[in-house]
């Protein structure tokens, strides 16, 4: 548990995380939602404390600024979430003038961000990245936890 709580303080990046900063198997997921929905411009997982883990995002997005915002709004969403209904957080949708960017809880550590055209099927954005954000807590819990 200390260790825990040393390693969140000092940033340290999880050690399943390559030297690039992304993980393979999470950006495997992240490239394989863009090709499930079209209008999908961009998707990012960070961890709860600001990290970069993966992202597919366009240049014109910077990924740890990106990732930094992320776990601010996922911080205050769950902030909401526990005050107006004492339950857990799963999700929070932003629709701007050019599109939506969609933030989905992946377990207690981590959350995917989405980032989709205005024109894009919101339905079918959560029918196809709510079990990704599930793929993507499995695939980032500990080793001990997954057996």
């Known amino acids: ?7 969140r303080l000092a940033k340290v990046a999880d050690p399943a ?12 997921e992240l490239r394989a939602l863009r090709t499930r929905i079209p209008q ?10 600001g990290l970069l883990v993966a992202h597919d995002l366009p240049p014109s997005v910077e990924p740890s600024g990106m990732a930094a915002v992320t776990a ?5 969403a769950h902030r909401i979430a526990r005050t107006a209904h004492g ?3 799963y999700e929070v949708v932003i629709r701007g003038v050019d599109g939506y960017v969609v933030t989905y809880s992946a377990g207690p550590e981590a959350s995917l961000t989405v980032l989709a ?11 196809e990245s709510r079990p990704v954000a599930r793929a993507i807590a499995a695939l980032l819990m500990p080793t001990t936890r997954r057996a």
């Open 40 to 49: 999908l411009t961009g998707s990012l997982v960070a961890s709860a404390d």
């Open 17 to 28: 995380v390559t030297a690039q900063g992304l993980d393979p198997d999470v950006m495997t």
């Open 117 to 127: 055209g205005a024109e894009v099927n919101v339905g079918r954005l959560h029918l």
């Open 87 to 89: 339950g857990a957080f």
């Open 72 to 76: 601010s709004g996922l911080a205050l």
């Open 1 to 7: 548990m200390l260790k825990h709580l040393i390693e």
